[in-house]
């Protein structure tokens, strides 16, 4: 049973448009919430995170939205480069324990 | 961001062999460290959790005899991958959490690419 989901195995979105991965989870005591990017052979890199008390985080290009009555959260990447192609996982923790993460969406960002 | 550092990047061995990799938090401490397992095309497979101090915790399906797991110190934890074979042949990835007063954060070493022949 995934206790985090990411329904969407891969994304293609044109350069300078809005990519939005979306993540569910069905643990309702995740109070933390992290996206993290992946290249090929690389170890997965932070990129942004959300308390379960905030609704939004912003840091430049990337803005996380959180909707805890639907358990749901989205990463926006706007406007999409070249080089944010990468696979974007999800991943969600309860007190700081328990870090788990989704299976993880490729996105293709297309010049 | 904080940075963590895995040695080697890149191991070749033969059947029967042991391989130990490093992982290390190089500008913080962590009592907690994962190490993750992933298969081409596949998403990060958590093997085990490494606690400073004490006996790491083993996600079920991973042998504790085979991939040995030592975290001496704060900022070093070691996987060793005993009588690997080639089915062993994998790229492991550690993690590192960094402990905030309000939230805590994994941050991923650059991976081992392991293959055994």
């Known amino acids: 049973d995934q206790q985090v989901k990411q329904n969407s195995p891969s994304l293609s979105v044109q350069e300078g448009r809005i990519s939005i991965l979306n993540c569910d989870y069905t643990n309702s005591m995740f109070d933390y919430f992290l996206w993290y990017k992946k290249y090929p052979a690389e170890g997965p890199t932070f990129l942004i995170s959300i308390s379960s008390i905030k609704d939004k985080n912003e840091d430049g290009r990337f803005t996380v939205f959180l909707n805890k009555s639907a358990k749901h959260l989205s990463l926006h990447i706007v406007p999409s480069q070249p080089g944010d192609s990468a696979v974007y996982f999800c991943?969600?923790?309860?007190?700081?324990?328990?870090?788990?993460f989704g299976p993880g969406t490729r996105l293709s960002v297309l010049p | 961001g904080a940075v963590v550092s895995q040695h080697p990047s890149w191991v070749i061995c033969k059947s029967g062999t042991s391989v130990k990799i490093e992982c290390r938090s190089l500008?913080?401490?962590?009592?907690?460290m994962f190490w993750y397992r992933q298969f081409p095309k596949q998403s990060l497979m958590l093997m085990a959790t490494?606690?400073?101090?004490?006996?790491?915790?083993?996600e079920q399906g991973v042998e504790k005899d085979k991939f040995l797991i030592n975290h001496a110190s704060l900022t070093l934890s070691t996987l060793t991958v005993t009588s690997a074979h080639p089915e062993d042949s994998s790229f492991y990835i550690c993690?590192?959490?960094?402990?905030?007063?309000?939230?805590?954060?994994?941050?991923f070493g650059p991976g081992t690419r392991l293959t055994v022949l």
């Open positions: 991943a969600a923790s309860s007190y700081g324990q328990n870090f788990v």
């Open positions: 490494s606690n400073e101090g004490s006996k790491a915790t083993y």
């Open positions: 993690s590192a959490v960094l402990r905030a007063r309000v939230t805590d954060t994994q941050y």
């Open positions: 500008d913080f401490q962590a009592t907690t």
